[in-house]
């Protein structure tokens, strides 16, 4: 299983990014594939996750209503565009999957055993 994330980059503060996870070796239909973010000095966090049998996608409080999360299933490629970009938003983001992740552990970093090489974000003010 390999992650490739991009997208990243330089931004102002209430423009949009979207990033890109391409994944090999991932099916969709079993999947969880979610999107984290580090920030200098803090630790990793959820931001969005995408999983196949749930009905809603799920998201940071932080980001729900700018930050949406999609895939495509012939891509194989998750995306998460995010909008409304704030300063606080800057971080390296990481995309992550794993096969079976049960619905109150995607949030947790240590749910997932495939990881992708991040991708920074920076949003100036």
């Known amino acids: 299983v390999q992650l490739q994330a991009s997208g990243g980059g330089m931004v102002q503060a209430g423009g949009s990014l979207r990033l ?10 079993t999947w969880t594939v979610s999107w984290f973010r580090q920030a200098p000095g803090k630790e990793r966090e ?3 996750a995408i999983k196949r049998g ?13 930050f949406t999360i999609s895939g495509d299933s012939a891509k194989n490629t998750v995306y998460l565009q995010m909008n409304s970009l704030k300063p606080e938003d800057t971080a ?23 990881w992708g090489q991040g991708t920074l974000v920076t949003v100036s003010s």
Do not use: H, L, M, T
């Not at 890109?20 to 239909?29: G, I, L, N, T, Y």
């Not at 749930?54 to 700018?66: L, W």
């Not at 390296?92 to 495939?114: L, T």
């Open 20 to 29: 890109s996870c391409e994944a090999s070796q991932v099916s969709f239909s």
């Open 46 to 48: 959820f931001v969005s």
């Open 54 to 66: 749930s009905s809603r996608p799920f998201y940071a409080d932080s980001v729900k209503g700018r």
């Open 92 to 114: 390296v983001y990481y995309c992550a999957a794993d096969r079976r992740v049960i619905n109150s552990s995607v949030f947790r970093p240590n749910s997932y055993n495939y």
